[in-house]
Structure formats: structure tokens, C-alpha cells
């Protein structure tokens, strides 16, 4: 059972390039979330999503896409670097709302550096 | 607006004694509380939770304690261990909010053998 998989796991970008982050999870869960970790600010939502074809921006959007085609699959994409974007990147999915244990399964992170 | 707020950056604890980690919080709406472990190269693990029709909830070695009426909420680690080293996030969330949790900014914790 692999959980949820991120690819790749470390990435160097250039201002002005774009990359996608993928995000895969085999568990079936219907809630998937992208989040990003800054040194000494924890872990903020960037975009999450309820099910398939359904997404939603979450604390930080700006500057990311996200899209839902399946259940399994949720990818983030970056269309024009920004250094401000460097950044350890985590993917994370959850059972739907109502689930006694609330508790999310994160990937690995990708480590994403914009020069 | 940090609404989930873990005030120390780092923590550094004996083997064998009690680790103490603190989680204040300003919304009141928080109905659900959790705690994450990481490892240094790994994402986040679900650690323990807490409802906030409890008090307390304890899982082992691990012991969560919510105080409502202060807004905050603590994890005792007892006896603390050397792989208990690692960085430890709490966690909120509310109905309204269907499962998304707000984070605080995580706590370093060092257990010295």
C-alpha cells in the first residue's frame, strides 16, 4: 500500500519556468490538499479538493493551478516561477467529512528551488 | 492571521523525562484537534487527536490535553525517547470547514540520551 506518492522529490527551477508537482494516492480518499511548508511558518493550504472535478483555493493560491480528473490524481502546477515559491511542498489526502479521525496521509514533499 | 499558534520554535528534553509541547489557538469554532510528527525528509504523521467534547485522550506514551476555556492545548510525551525527536505540528479544524486543518508553525523536539 504506497499511501500518497509525490513526484519528483527535489526540483531546481529557474524564474519564469513552470513545472507540475504530481500527487498520487491509492487509499480511495475523496479529500486531497496541497500544502506548502516555509521555515518557521508551518504548513499552509494552497489549494485542496473534495472529490473529483472539484477544487478549491485555500490560504495561499496565488501563483498555483490545481486540477482533479480522478480520484486518485491531484497535480499542482506552477506556470511562471517565482523565488517566493521556494519551498518544501506536501501533498496530502483524507476520508471524507465525518470520519471520527480527521487525520491526513502526507506524502514525502517535493523541495522546490526557484533561482 | 496565525489562528493556531506553537510559540516555541524548539524543545530539548532527557531521555526518560517528560516532553511538554504547547498549542494556543484563537478561534473558538476549533471543534477538532490534532497533532503531527515529522521526520526530517518525510511528510507529516498523524500522531494523536482530540475532540473538543474531551479533555484529554491518551495513546500510549502520548497524552493530549485541551483546556476550551484558555484556547489551548498541549501533547505530553512520557518517557520521552531519542526517536521522539522530530518536529511536532497541532493541528484545528471545524465543521464549517469540511476537513481542512489549520496548522501551527511546529515545535523541534531533541531528546538528548
Known amino acids: 500500500n504506497a499511501g500518497v506518492t509525490q513526484t519528483p522529490k527535489f526540483r531546481i527551477l529557474k524564474i519564469g519556468q513552470s513545472m507540475t508537482l504530481q500527487c498520487t494516492q491509492d487509499m480511495n480518499h475523496n479529500y486531497m490538499y496541497w500544502y506548502r511548508q516555509d521555515p518557521g511558518m508551518g504548513l499552509k493550504l494552497i489549494y485542496y479538493s473534495v472529490g473529483a472535478g472539484i477544487t478549491d483555493k485555500g490560504e495561499v493560491p496565488n501563483g498555483y493551478n490545481v486540477s482533479r480528473s480522478t480520484t486518485e490524481d491531484f497535480p499542482l502546477r506552477l506556470e511562471l516561477a517565482a523565488p517566493s515559491q521556494t519551498s518544501v511542498y506536501f501533498c496530502a489526502s483524507s476520508y471524507s467529512l465525518g470520519q471520527a479521525n480527521y487525520g491526513y496521509t502526507f506524502g514525502s514533499g517535493t523541495r522546490l528551488t526557484v533561482v | ?113
Open chain 2, 1 to 113: 492571521d496565525q489562528q493556531v499558534k506553537q510559540n516555541s520554535p524548539s524543545l530539548s528534553v532527557q531521555e526518560g523525562r517528560i516532553s511538554i509541547l504547547n498549542c494556543d489557538y484563537t478561534n473558538s469554532m476549533f471543534d477538532y484537534f490534532l497533532w503531527y510528527k515529522k521526520y526530517p525528509a518525510e511528510g507529516p504523521t498523524f500522531l494523536i487527536s482530540i475532540s473538543s467534547i474531551k479533555d484529554k485522550n491518551e495513546d500510549g506514551r502520548f497524552t493530549v490535553f485541551l483546556n476550551k476555556s484558555a484556547k489551548h492545548l498541549s501533547l505530553h510525551i512520557v518517557p520521552s525517547q531519542p526517536g521522539d525527536s522530530a518536529v511536532y505540528f497541532c493541528a484545528a479544524s471545524f465543521q464549517t470547514s469540511g476537513s481542512r486543518l489549520t496548522f501551527g508553525e511546529g515545535t523541534q523536539l531533541t531528546v538528548n540520551p
